[in-house]
């Protein structure tokens, strides 16, 4: 699995480092999405589809 995020369009909700705290974090200053790895390990999948399905901006994307 590959994770992609588009920081320009974050809105800040929390929801990825909330659901997924070990592959997202949010920067301090403007709580915008921090990808702390881009290929997180298999025990991480569901965990990251989740923060996929929780976005309200639609930011996370998963790569083949």
Do not use: W, Y
């Not at 588009?6 to 909330?18: E, F, K, L, P, V």
């Not at 200053?29 to 702390?36: F, G, Q």
């Not at 997180?40 to 929780?54: G, I, K, L, T, Y």
């Amino acid at each position: 699995m590959k994770v992609a995020v588009d920081r320009d369009h974050c809105i800040g909700a929390g929801n990825c480092a909330m659901t997924a705290p070990s592959v997202f974090d949010q920067d301090a200053d403007e709580a915008i999405v921090i990808l702390l790895t881009d290929s997180p390990p298999d025990s991480e999948q569901d965990a990251v589809q989740q923060a996929v399905d929780r976005c309200p901006a639609a930011v996370i994307r998963l790569l083949p």
